[in-house]
């Protein structure tokens, strides 16, 4: 079979790992994430991963606290995630790594750019974690960046609808489906399908 895509990076919310508890993390769930990540990486397609925290924990709901320790605290709970899901992916049977961009070695390695594209070219599935190491930006903004860093020929993200809308389909029955949007688009027309840092890069 012939594929579209030969590297790709996919963003994997934490709400996706949590089911109807809407926290913490449902194993059925977590196993069916592997397995599907692993049958894309079945094709011959590379894979990269960045997981999301949300499930344990949003940084940005925090009124009272401290902006850049809330957003630390959300790091951790990606790291968290990453470290589920390499263990559901080892149990699926595909190899996984975690790199984090928080220094905690004794959990998973140090993000490294080369070492990541390396162990994509021998088929490990490689799961970025704790963002981009900084206070302020979101799992989107990582996800646009790591992308560009390990050169993916697409960033794949899930949502609760099937494209991107005008307004949330959800509560808007008359929501406009875009078919095709441009990054300017997006940002123009203040579009709420990533968060605006990572619509720019």
């Given amino acids: 079979m012939e594929v579209k895509y030969k590297r790709v990076l996919l963003k994997v919310s934490g709400e996706?790992?949590?089911?109807?508890?809407?926290?913490?993390?449902?194993?059925?769930l977590l196993v069916g994430v592997a397995e599907d990540i692993k049958?894309?990486?079945?094709?011959?397609?590379?894979?990269?991963?960045?997981?999301?925290?949300?499930?344990?924990?949003?940084?940005?709901?925090?009124?009272?606290?401290?902006?850049?320790?809330?957003?630390y605290m959300g790091m951790l709970a990606t790291c968290i995630n990453g470290l589920?899901?390499?263990?559901?992916?080892?149990?699926?049977?595909?190899?996984?790594?975690?790199?984090?961009?928080?220094?905690i070695e004794h959990v998973a390695e140090p993000?490294?750019?080369?070492?990541?594209?390396?162990?994509?070219?021998?088929?490990?599935?490689?799961?970025?974690?704790a963002g981009l190491?900084?206070?302020?930006?979101?799992?989107?903004?990582?996800?646009?960046?790591r992308a560009a860093e390990i050169g993916a020929d697409v960033i794949l993200m899930g949502k609760k609808v099937d494209a991107v809308y005008d307004s949330d389909p959800e509560k808007n029955p008359n929501a406009r489906r875009f078919s095709h949007l441009t990054h300017s688009q997006v940002?123009?027309?203040?579009?709420?399908?990533?968060?605006s840092t990572a619509a720019s890069h």
């Fill in 84 to 103: 589920a899901l390499k263990d559901a992916l080892r149990r699926v049977g595909a190899e996984a790594v975690v790199q984090t961009a928080l220094e």
């Fill in 16 to 28: 996706a790992l949590a089911g109807a508890a809407h926290t913490g993390i449902n194993d059925e």
């Fill in 39 to 71: 049958a894309i990486r079945d094709l011959g397609v590379q894979v990269a991963v960045v997981v999301g925290g949300g499930n344990f924990w949003r940084g940005r709901t925090s009124e009272h606290m401290d902006r850049a320790s809330a957003d």
């Fill in 187 to 195: 940002l123009e027309m203040d579009l709420k399908v990533m968060d």
């Fill in 133 to 145: 190491g900084s206070p302020f930006f979101s799992t989107d903004t990582t996800a646009a960046l």
């Fill in 111 to 129: 993000f490294h750019r080369e070492k990541a594209i390396k162990y994509l070219e021998e088929g490990k599935i490689v799961i970025f974690s």
